[in-house]
């Protein structure tokens, strides 16, 4: 990778306490009310309070919204009453103007930068919470996609990480049986990382290799001599959106499903990786009906131990096996188990196992509407934690069981029916914790990934 000019973005003080004033003056005033509610013995209306933090955050962009549809997914982390107003905000923010792309530039490839290009498209092909994608054209003729991260995205990280706090801080006046501090731990990192374009691009040649022999999966190409740290060039993938298909037929829409089964799945038992980021805009499909992978800035690394922990636990629901589901939670790193608890883990367990448990084509919601899928064993589960908890749940759990329910999700927008037992037992067939750990390590070397440095 290659840049120009010294990294004077790393952490502004001055663009950092700008974005605090910005978040804070909203989140920080429902929380000083909230808290003030509480103390005078009032009972706070939390769908009041809910709509009044989505409107604090609305007019803002960046990670805090994707942070904000982040804690919409995973349950019991928000009240439901967050949960809702939370997931309509939307993660786009509003692309930067031609001159400050050519500054962006600039800084990244220095003077000259458009000689690099063939071509480059002046207005935005697509933009996000951290960064927007150009259509460009190589001097080869190549189709290319350049991502360029907007300025001053580590101050604005660091601020809103801080004002989640805020957020968690109303959860626990509200409900304290989920302890949250792993999870914000956990999202901390993941976000830390996505800023980094090199370390995106070795997810990239990680991926690549993975699916090198995986016909109905695609993954880009990095241009080595055109990124940075923030500037990431990529080959084109040539796709369609992929809620374009919900009205294809069955057969096309089972044949996407699997396609995206294998993308998930594969390297999470093989390999001990995720796709972290169920968003619907990291998917399209191609011609033949195989997909395209588009965003790597969220990949989830596993220990080898924690990936057997999934594993077991499906044996241990399929036997109905309370011993060893208590050993799988014990090895995903969950604290002190008591038999209610393991009870109650269980009850979701067995919500995001349903489908792969059940032996027979089915769809995954198998009869109940999207809108009320998960609604009952969430409720469950969660009015049994208020008399547990707090629980602590491991920081692996959380983008685990967030791309778990994002990939339920795409299946369900496809309508797709499957025989998910078949898939998953394909996928886990002859697992073994020291051959993945093994090739998890060799696969990360060569593409360049850090390997984590596990807990004790």
Sequence with gaps: MSGREPDDEANRLGQ?????????AGVGGLAAKFAGQRLLGMTPDNDRTARELKAALGGLKGPIM????????????????????????????????????????RAELGAGWESRYHAFEREAAAAASLGQVHRATGPDGRKLAVKLQYPDMQSAVDADLNQLGIVFSIHRRIDPAIDTREIYAEIRERLHEELDYA??????????????SEPRIAVPEVIEELSTRRLLTMSWLEGEPLLNFRDHPLDERNRIAEAMFAAWWFPFSHYGVIHGDPHLGNYTVRRDLGINLLDYGCIRIFPAGFVEGVVELYRALEADDRDRAAAAYARWGFGTLSNELIDVLNVWARFIYAP???DRVRSVADGVSAAEYGRKEAFQVHQALRKLG???????????DRAAIGLGGVFLHLGAELNFHRLF??????????????RQSAALKKAGVPKPQWRA
């Design 16 to 24: 950092r306490v700008k974005r605090y004033a910005q978040v804070g």
């Design 66 to 105: 994707k942070v904000a549809q982040m804690l919409a997914t995973v349950p019991d982390v928000v009240p439901a009453e967050f949960a809702v107003e939370l997931a309509e905000l939307q993660s786009s923010a509003p692309p930067m103007g031609w001159p400050f792309v050519r500054r962006r530039m």
């Design 199 to 212: 370390r995106e691009a070795a997810h990239i040649r990680l991926y690549a290799a993975i699916f090198a």
């Design 356 to 358: 792969m448990l059940d």
């Design 390 to 400: 707090p629980v602590t749940p491991p920081r692996e759990f959380v983008f685990m």
């Design 425 to 438: 037992n394909e996928t886990i067939e002859n697992f073994d914790a020291a051959r993945l750990d093994k």
